[in-house]
């Protein structure tokens, strides 16, 4: 048994390993592997995409979803007595909490998988997913220059345990203030878009749009990054700020087709953790 709380519990072999199931998920060798077995999921009721991928996955692989709101743990009831509980019924537990240390506290008194669905500090299965995702159009996704542009927050710090596990260059655009530490910063998206070939974005809070105001990036801004360049923004993304409009409704954009891929790799991650 596995749990799946931060990319940096694992390995690149680890992520290759998991690259294989969600290969095999799609060639439907595991269609029975959750058959009489129960997941008990805690979501906010805002949840879309990792939400229904999640929901979707286990009903494909045959298991029962139980879901709560994200908020139950919150209870004054101790997360060791709801485990204590839960490892009578449950088969695995999948939570998105502000808090990784809930996560991480479920875990602990869980005799079952634990799965972060995201916290306030990271997003594992989205990054892994976005990952697998590259790895089916790049030759080698590890050897390609990474530009993400945002906010020092969850989706930033995943994409820097990602390039720390697997190895590729990493830097960040954003305003003064919320660089991520230990990765190269510009604040200027016209100088940091030279020479990338991935470019990541978070949305942003309303109230700190001013300070990016030089590092939307734009189809424009996309045309002096290296030839081939993508752009896959972080969902929920918002036209005409951190983006703009022509750059989603170009070439460039793949972010629907990347999500797509939450559904077989979120799977794997479920079959990784039980086997």
Known sequence: ???????????????????????EVCQGKHANALKG??????????????????EKGIYLLG??????PTETPDKKEDLKDVCGYLNNWADM?????????????????????????????????????????LSKIRKDFTKDNY??????GNIGLSWKAA?????FSLEQCCGNGYEIEGIKTYDNINDAIVGKDIVC???????????????????EIMDFANKGAILNPCPPFYRGEEVSEDVIDSEYFVGYEFKKRLLEVQQAVMLYCLN
Do not use: W
């Open 37 to 54: 077995k129960s997941v008990v999921l805690f979501f906010p009721a805002s949840s879309i995409r990792t939400r229904v991928t999640f």
């Open 201 to 219: 974005t978070d949305s942003l809070p309303g109230n700190v749009l001013p300070d990016f105001k030089n590092c939307q990036v734009t189809k």
């Open 63 to 68: 298991g029962q979803p139980i879901l709560f």
């Open 147 to 152: 530009l993400y542009v945002g906010k020092c």
């Open 163 to 167: 390039s720390e596990i697997m190895g």
């Open 93 to 133: 537990i999948i939570v998105r909490h502000k808090d990784i240390q809930v996560v991480e506290q479920l875990a602990k008194y869980s005799e079952v998988p634990v799965i972060n669905a995201m916290t306030d500090v990271n997003h594992p299965c989205e990054i892994l997913t976005d990952m697998y995702a």
């Open 1 to 23: 048994m596995n749990h799946f709380i931060k990319l940096t519990d694992y390995t690149a072999s680890d992520i290759y390993d998991l690259f294989n199931m969600a290969d």
